[in-house]
């Protein structure tokens, strides 16, 4: 089975600042996928970025972009420019490469970013 | 493009009763999930098809939980007979089942059994 690992349950930042969420995992597995989600006060669960583990480079998306070390199992997410609509909770999340095609995801505890004006 | 669809949004039964939740599908995915959000567990997955196929039901939590795919958009998570601890948000989410499988999520369904 697999585990993901999320430490900072809330963090706080300054409006424009640059922040990283962390998130471990653990699997046995070599084919996988790792994603981060963010859920607004609304509950919405939005991808933000995600990553091929068969894939060396660093994925980015604007000003969302991912430090992935498969050795370490480590997964985190980096904000630039932080902006007060990216308060939220947010959620690392693993999936194997299932036999049949998609597998079900299995999620971190969640980080609670807060953006200060 | 629609997104993934539920219904309700909000859900406030009596103990025992028997809940309804559904799911729309994004037009074309082939792979469904059902998750559920609280406080005390995350977010766990119940139960997931492909191909209208039920692949892995391990995590619905006991007999008193059921849910079908009458068709390859639709989807019913079935509670019955419902109990205080079932009370949280139920997410579906829909997947193409190829490439990198990213999941989109409904809006939730948020249910609360008094």
């Known amino acids: 089975a697999q585990t993901v690992t999320q430490s900072q349950p809330e963090m706080s930042v300054q409006e424009a600042e640059t922040v990283t969420l962390s998130c471990t995992y653990d699997?046995?597995?070599?084919?996988?996928?790792l994603f981060w989600y963010k859920q607004p006060p609304s509950r919405q669960m939005i991808l933000v970025i995600r990553?091929?583990?068969?894939?060396?480079q660093n994925a980015t998306e604007n000003r969302f972009s991912v430090n992935f070390q498969k050795a370490a199992k480590s997964f985190s997410l980096k904000i630039s420019d932080s902006q007060l609509g990216d308060t939220a909770m947010y959620f690392c999340a693993f999936m194997k490469h299932g036999r049949g095609g998609a597998d079900g995801l299995t999620f971190g505890k969640g980080t609670h970013l807060i953006i200060q004006p | 493009d629609a997104g993934v669809i539920q219904s309700p949004r909000h859900e406030v039964t009596e103990m025992g009763q028997e809940v309804t939740l559904r799911c729309k599908l994004i037009s074309g995915h082939n792979s469904l999930f059902w998750y559920r959000q609280t406080m005390m567990r995350g977010l766990e997955l119940l139960i997931y098809f492909n191909n209208n196929v039920p692949i892995d039901d391990s995590g619905m939590p006991e007999d008193r939980f059921s849910a079908k795919m009458p068709n390859a958009s639709f989807s019913t998570l079935k509670i019955q007979p419902s109990e205080p601890r079932d009370s949280a948000v139920y997410f579906c989410?829909?997947?193409?089942?190829?490439?990198?499988?990213?999941?989109?999520f409904g809006p939730g369904t948020r249910l609360t059994v008094l």
């Open positions: 699997t046995s597995e070599s084919n996988y996928y």
């Open positions: 989410a829909s997947s193409l089942g190829t490439g990198i499988h990213t999941q989109y």
């Open positions: 990553q091929e583990a068969y894939k060396q």
